[in-house]
């Protein structure tokens, strides 16, 4: 089955750490995305990338990096410089960033602070 | 700047019941999505409209693009059909990358 795989399910991270979350799809689709997601409140997009080598910073990219080295792969690393990182993590993929898309969504990874 | 607002916040109902989830949002939009997402955290894309109205199953979802608004209904409600049910929209004009998203309903349903 196709589809986007998340891991870790749960992820500590302690004061000075980077810690780095994966996404992998298998449905072939050029773009994809990273979302925070906070109690109370919307998705956030982080990062975005729309084909193999290149991404874009969303909203609320501060403190976090990407790569985009091969298609299926989308892994989000969040640095030190990310204050407040306790939130679930969301990857999302899709056909394109150019039209009207559905997007298909990973199961997150929740990142908490020690 | 979007704003999507959704209501009601909260929704506890019981087995079998008609549902109404409302998403209101404030520019013109190209697409609008209804998504779900599972207490384990998944989000699975439910609808994307532009216009008129979308059925799957036991699911409606409608859109009143002059009036800038949009409805998911559940029929024949069911415990399972508890999740947070959210809104999302593209502007006109935008990528699928700029989706503005609601905070979410949440749903409950009793048996």
């Known amino acids: 089955d196709g589809g986007i795989t998340q891991s870790p399910k749960y992820l500590f991270r302690k004061e000075g750490q980077n810690v780095t979350l994966s996404c992998e799809q298998n449905l072939n689709h050029d773009a994809m995305y990273w979302y925070r997601q906070d109690p109370g409140q919307g998705l956030r997009l982080i990062y975005y990338?729309?084909?193999?080598?290149?991404?874009q910073k969303g909203d609320i990219a501060e403190g976090y990096s990407v790569s985009r080295e091969k298609k299926e792969s989308f892994p989000l690393t969040v640095t030190s410089a990310q204050k407040n990182p306790t939130a679930f993590y969301l990857c999302?993929?899709?056909?394109?960033?150019?039209?009207?898309?559905?997007?298909?969504f990973g199961s997150g990874t929740q990142l908490s602070v020690l | 700047k979007n704003e999507v607002e959704q209501s009601p916040q909260n929704l506890t109902a019981q087995e079998g019941e008609f549902i109404t989830i409302n998403c209101s949002y404030s520019v013109g939009i190209s697409a609008l999505h209804w998504l779900q997402q599972h207490p384990g955290g998944g989000i699975v894309s439910l609808f994307m409209?532009?216009?008129g109205k979308k059925k799957h199953g036991r699911l409606i979802a409608t859109i009143n693009i002059q009036e800038k608004h949009s409805s998911l209904h559940i029929t024949a409600s069911h415990p399972r059909d508890s999740a947070v049910y959210i809104c999302?929209?593209?502007?006109?004009?935008?990528?699928?990358?700029?989706?503005?998203f609601g905070k979410g309903t949440k749903l409950s349903v009793i048996p």
């Open positions: 999302a929209v593209k502007a006109r004009g935008a990528g699928s990358y700029q989706l503005t």
């Open positions: 999302a993929s899709s056909t394109t960033v150019a039209t009207n898309e559905k997007l298909f």
């Open positions: 409209l532009s216009s």
């Open positions: 990338s729309q084909i193999v080598n290149d991404f």
